[in-house]
């Protein structure tokens, strides 16, 4: 879906929704396995997940995690892999998380945010659980216990789980007990739209600059609402996630501020759904053209011109006198 989280209001609904539990030995005790067995603490007395959190972040000022050094993003890992399911295709899940999904035995997923298509295809053998409405106290021992009972465990997230995501506060949470945790990349919502206006973020003489930000609401100050500012600087084009809603609101507030009224806007609710669909507008005139449209969750809204692929120069990169190697072999130039 084309949001990275449900504060846009998105409608938390899944096709699939099982309780998950952890399997137990018939005197009630958690199932042990040979590897993972007394990783983590026991239900009783697991860390509150805020603790684990303030400790791991006291850890990052300090040092790197060695891992770091070890792995690459595509390697597959020790532990619960946080996977990015994309923005809504399933084939634009990325080869390492289509498998990771298909061996799965439990796959925690976003609801509704998680093409059900994608687990219908991808997650036959596994027990799905949807975590939408669940708070990490919960989640947490879930996945942990299953993890420890020697199952294989997927955290699926829409889009990229590094995109307004909450993925490393559970992968925190989830280390403290024990239990090890790494990210698999997935494609964000804003390419897809950009895929699907079949044009770039950025583009020579248009746009330079991509601001990936969120418009102020009950979770943003409106201290922290740098909208306005990427707008004016008018070589930026801004991708707006979790603001569906609040469109017409964040268009009043630019107008105010002395955004050109003519600035292009275009919107991609679904992008990559079957249902995708665009609006298409100015600053001036977006807001009442979304309403029209009825969408209230799940667009991107891109502002600025390298939404609709107008204006820009031919780039650096291969003309004539682009930057060349030793070999006459493209190196990196401007794009």
Not at 58 to 67: A, G, T, Y
Not at 108 to 117: C, I, K, P, Q, R
Not at 203 to 232: C, S, W
Request: charged share 30%; proline share 5%.
């Amino acid at each position: 879906m084309t949001s990275e989280g449900s504060e846009d209001g998105a409608p938390a609904e899944s096709s699939e929704e099982q309780t998950g539990s952890s399997a137990t030995r018939e005197d009630g005790a958690p199932a042990e396995s040979s590897d993972r067995a007394g990783r983590g603490t026991t239900r009783e007395d697991a860390t509150d997940p805020q603790a684990a959190i303030d400790e791991a972040s006291e850890r990052r000022q300090r040092e790197r995690d060695p891992r770091v050094y070890e792995h690459t993003a595509g390697d597959v890992q020790e532990g619960v892999p946080f996977i990015g399911a994309g923005p809504g295709d399933p084939g634009l899940l990325t080869v390492t998380g289509k498998e990771l999904v298909e061996g799965a035995d439990l796959v925690v997923h976003a609801g509704s945010l998680v093409n059900s298509e994608l687990l219908d295809e991808y997650c036959d053998d596994a027990e799905l659980v949807n975590s939408v409405g669940k708070d990490l106290e919960e989640l947490i021992p879930l996945m942990r216990d299953a993890y420890e009972d020697g199952r294989d465990v997927v955290r699926l997230h829409s889009g990229d789980p590094a995109i307004y995501g909450a993925a490393l506060e559970q992968m925190d949470a989830l280390e403290h007990e024990g239990v090890p945790t790494y990210f698999v990349p997935g494609v964000t919502s804003a390419f897809a739209a950009s895929a699907t206006l079949r044009t770039q973020l950025t583009l020579n003489e248009t746009a330079n600059h991509v601001a990936f930000t969120r418009p102020q609401g009950k979770t943003l100050d409106p201290e922290d609402d740098h909208i306005a500012e990427f707008a004016e600087m008018g070589d930026v084009t801004t991708c707006i996630y979790l603001g569906t809603h609040a469109v017409a609101d964040t268009m009043d507030r630019l107008l105010d501020d002395g955004v050109d009224p003519d600035t292009p806007v275009t919107v991609v609710y679904h992008a990559s759904w079957p249902d995708e669909d665009i609006v298409e507008g100015t600053v001036a005139t977006i807001g009442d053209r979304l309403e029209d449209a009825g969408y209230r969750a799940s667009a991107m809204v891109i502002i600025g011109q390298a939404g609709t692929g107008a204006g820009y120069e031919r780039s650096y990169l291969y003309g004539d006198w682009a930057n060349r190697g030793p070999n006459d072999g493209e190196t990196e130039a401007d794009d």
